[in-house]
Each structure stands twice: as C-alpha cells, then as structure tokens.
C-alpha cells in the first residue's frame, strides 16, 4: 500500500522529524512504501531517511565551508545514524544485507529505534553539558538571558556555521536591544565577543562518559568496566597519568553520579566482584563472560549465530566505546571518529540488492 505523507507525519517524535516528513521528496515516499510493516517503515524513515536529509537541509541553510560540515550541531543525527550502525555491525548485522527475519521485523525495528533515540539524547546531554560548562550563562535563572547568552555564544564558538542572513538579523535585533540598554543585549554581546572560561579538568572524559553511557547501561557494564575502558582510551595521554577516574573506579562512581548524574543499569548493579577473563581470539576482552548471560535475554534475536556472538560483540562493543568521540571535540574540529553511513536495504530480512534506494542525498562522509 502506498505510504501518505500523512503517514510519515504519524511516523515523526518531534518536530524536527516533522518538518523533515512535511518537505521529504516523494522518491523518499516511494521507498519508504515497499516495506510491508508500520514499524519498519518508521524505522527506516526516523534513523536513516531523517538524518540523511537533515545532511541535505543543513548544505543549503547553513555556510558551511568544506571541512565545516560535520561541525554544525544538527550533524548530531547523522552521528547518532552512525553509533547505532556500528552497533548493530558488532552483532554481526549488516545494514546493506539482512539485519532480521521478517516475523522478527517489528520487534527488531522497535529495539534499534530506541538504541538510535538514546544515541541522540546522550548526544543532546553532552551538547548540553559542554554549552554549561562554557558559558554558565546559558543556565540564567531567567529565560530571555539564557536564550540570548546561547545565541551569543553559539555566535562566538560556530559563526561559520550560521547563515548569513540570520547572523545578520540576529545582530541587527541585538544592536537594536543594546540601544535601549536592554539586559538580552547585554547577555548576548557578553557571550558573543569572549568572556573567561571557567576552569574545567579534563572536559572530554566528562563528555565521552555522557555520550558512551547508553552501551554502559543497554549491555549491564559496571563501573569497574567502564574505568577500563576510559583508561583504555585516554591513559596513552601523558597529561592524563594522575587523573583518578582512569584508574580507581570508585573515583570513576562518584564522578559519574555526583557531577553528571550517571547511573548504571539494574542488571549491572547486581553484579559483584571482577569479571571473569574471556579466552575470545579476537583481541583483549574489555567486559565479562558473565554479562552475557544475562544480556542474551535481552536482545532477543531469533538467529541462534547471532546469540553465538556474545564475547565477540562484547569485545567490538567495548571498541566502540574506545574509538567514540565526544560531539563537542567534533565542533571544535578535533574528532578523529570515523563515521558510518548506510542506505537501508529495499527489503528488510531479504537478499542484497545490485543498487542503492533513491535517496535525495548522497553523503560524502
């Protein structure tokens, strides 16, 4: 049956999914329709058709200069496209190919849907985390100067990255506010042109701790898993040889809960002692055997060499988490994380096809 873009419209979680679904070129409707489900139709269109348009909408409505594009903050989608990809490679599922039975499509649909949301929020936390921590007058007890400090500051650290015409009704307004001595005017140009930065120790263990939070919690990781991991990532760092997070996971705990509010999941919490070591040849095991156990319930994946793969994936997930990249190093042009791209396959569960879905852009990534 033909999809409606009024269906699309039933499909969006906010309005940003909205606009996407009310402008998306009709090729996208057309592919979108050869699916036989509401739920795989939502999922390809949420985690695949959305990010790859917003790729297209931010190339025309923002100046982005080559090397600038993955920079502008909207991109957090197409990043949180490519974690949930990554994720799904390491249970051996590949995007181009198959990823599920076709009786299992609405269920699997469901479970990546939710890993891709909780990419994006972790994202939109760190986004969030990193802008409060910069300029703490994003956080004013009043509305009109938080808003105004974050025009001001997102003025100062992206301009690049704001079309010209609103960067230059946003100062025009502002000029205009500051004629007539108003306190929003004040706040902005404050912000825009540079203020002292209060101090913040080492902000990109904060912000990768945010950000890698959603595999801690989806997959039963403890706090002493995770402080391997962070040491794993930034202990070849001589500037980081004292920090206490990377090698005491107590000081790893109350980092997380107390200053950023990080809990871990219920299965983790019932777990004691040290993992066990796993004998998997794929390279040094970062969590235990017996996380799988339990976990195993969880993803409920009907192919029997998917569950199989636990120590592996466990080990590939652990990578992940290694090689991620918080969002805000990607900002400030210093992100070494690769991204993933991938068109959805013309039908879920079926055979690989000779060419991509028609999709309005082609990312160069």
């Known amino acids: 049956m033909k999809l409606a873009r009024e269906d699309l419209l039933s499909f969006a979680c906010d309005d940003q999914e909205r606009i996407i679904a009310r402008h998306i070129p009709e090729a996208a409707i057309e592919h979108l329709s050869r699916f036989s489900t509401r739920e795989e139709r939502q999922f390809a269109f949420r985690c695949f058709w959305v990010p790859y348009e917003m790729v297209g909408v931010c190339e025309k409505a923002f100046s982005s200069p080559k090397g600038r594009v993955l920079f502008v903050w909207q991109f957090g989608l197409l990043i949180a496209h490519s974690r949930m990809l990554k994720e799904m490679c390491a249970w051996g599922q590949d995007p181009r190919a198959s990823w599920w039975y076709p009786s299992a499509a609405a269920k699997a649909c469901r479970w990546w849907m939710q890993r891709y949301d909780s990419y994006r929020e972790a994202i939109d936390c760190a986004y969030g985390y990193w802008m409060k921590r910069k300029c703490p007058d994003c956080c004013h007890e009043q509305p009109d100067l938080a808003a105004a400090s974050r025009y001001g500051f997102v003025q100062r650290v992206d301009v690049q990255g704001l079309p010209s015409k609103i960067l ?37 263990i904060d912000l990768w701790l945010i950000e890698v939070w959603p595999l801690v919690k989806q997959y039963g990781w403890t706090y002493k898993e995770v402080c391997d991991l962070a040491f794993s990532k930034f202990g070849g760092d001589n500037t980081m040889v004292n920090v206490s997070v990377l090698n005491n996971s107590k000081a790893l705990k109350e980092r997380c809960q107390d200053e950023l509010g990080l809990h871990l999941s219920s299965i983790a919490q019932e777990r004691h002692g040290r993992p066990k070591k796993s004998d998997d040849t794929a390279g040094p095991s970062y969590v235990g055997e017996n996380v799988w156990e339990e976990v195993a319930k969880r993803t409920e994946h009907p192919d029997p060499e998917i569950q199989k793969r636990g120590k592996t994936a466990f080990q590939a997930l652990a990578e992940i988490a290694v090689n991620m990249e918080p969002f805000s190093s990607m900002i400030e042009g210093r992100s070494k994380e690769l991204f993933s791209v991938a068109c959805p396959n013309l039908k879920m569960g079926g055979k690989k096809t000779d ?11």
Request: no cysteine; charged share 30%; glycine share 6%.
């Open 355 to 365: 060419s991509a879905p028609p999709f309005f852009v082609q990312p160069t990534l």
């Open 168 to 204: 230059g009704e946003l100062l025009a307004g502002m000029k205009e506010r500051e004629q007539k001595a108003s306190r929003e005017s004040e706040f902005f140009l404050k912000n825009a042109k540079g203020t002292s930065e209060p101090r913040w120790v080492y902000p990109d």
